[in-house]
């Protein structure tokens, strides 16, 4: 089945750095990808939206100076999170759908753990 | 109102019983219905989609659609361990998945 692969799985930083999140698609072309946040005992929270070839789209209250999403091919979509603070301490997941199929469903990464001490 | 409500649980249930979850939603124009299960520190997986009214069956899996009362819920029959999770109900507007709105989730627990 469809894959998708986020890397690192786990990152810690320290406050004022930049980490970078990567979100492929191994065996199909998304020429849209979802990041979603998810703090701990809540639910999922849609951050932006990242189509191939054009600017994201984010959701009202998400910075896109802070979280710059690049979607440079049909396969690969990036997070980075800047000037991280420890309130952007989070588990960030990536998700994505098969463009070439109709009603295809959403397959998400396995999730950035990351920490900002 | 949230736009996406379930009981966060814990849901206790022992072995071989069925599981109950329940989940509202506000915005009636919603199309979509999803059931994700999440395991601790891990990604959703998708376990079931409805767009219908009514019942729709997969293996030990049953959605159930509502939508005069905003109403979806998820039946899990003959609940084994290997079933405790976070169960996500997620609704979209579009057919697509793309913009879905999850719950909090319940979390189950089934005793062995």
């Known amino acids: 089945g469809a894959v998708v692969s986020q890397h690192p799985s786990r990152v810690i930083c320290k406050s004022g750095t930049s980490v970078k999140i990567e979100c492929r698609s191994l065996d199909f072309q998304a020429t849209t990808m979802f990041w979603y946040r998810q703090f701990p005992k809540k639910s999922l929270m849609l951050m932006a939206t990242?189509?191939?070839?054009?600017?994201?789209?984010?959701e009202q209250g998400v910075e896109k100076d802070k979280f710059l999403i690049n979607h440079a091919s049909l396969t690969l979509s990036t997070l980075t999170v800047t000037s991280a603070h420890p309130e952007d301490s989070s588990f960030y997941i990536c998700?994505?759908?098969?463009?070439?199929?109709?009603?295809?469903?959403?397959?998400f990464g396995n999730g950035t753990r990351l920490t900002v001490t | 109102q949230k736009e996406v409500e379930q009981n966060s649980g814990p849901l206790s249930v022992p072995e071989g019983a069925i599981a109950s979850l329940n989940c509202t939603y506000s915005?009636?124009?919603?199309?979509?219905f999803f059931w994700y299960r999440q395991y601790s520190g891990k990604s959703p997986e998708l376990i079931m989609f409805?767009?219908?009214?009514g019942d729709k069956e997969d293996g030990r899996f049953t959605a159930q659609l509502n939508k005069a009362s905003q109403y979806v819920s998820l039946l899990i029959r003959d609940s084994q361990p290997s079933d405790s999770a976070t169960y996500l109900c997620?609704?979209?507007?579009?057919?697509?998945?793309?913009?879905?709105?999850f719950g909090k989730g319940t979390k189950l627990s089934v005793k062995p």
């Open positions: 997620a609704v979209s507007k579009g057919g697509s998945q793309g913009n879905l709105i």
């Open positions: 998700s994505a759908r098969d463009g070439g199929r109709t009603n295809s469903p959403l397959h």
């Open positions: 915005d009636r124009g919603s199309q979509s």
């Open positions: 990242s189509n191939e070839g054009s600017k994201a789209t984010y």
């Open positions: 409805i767009y219908s009214n």
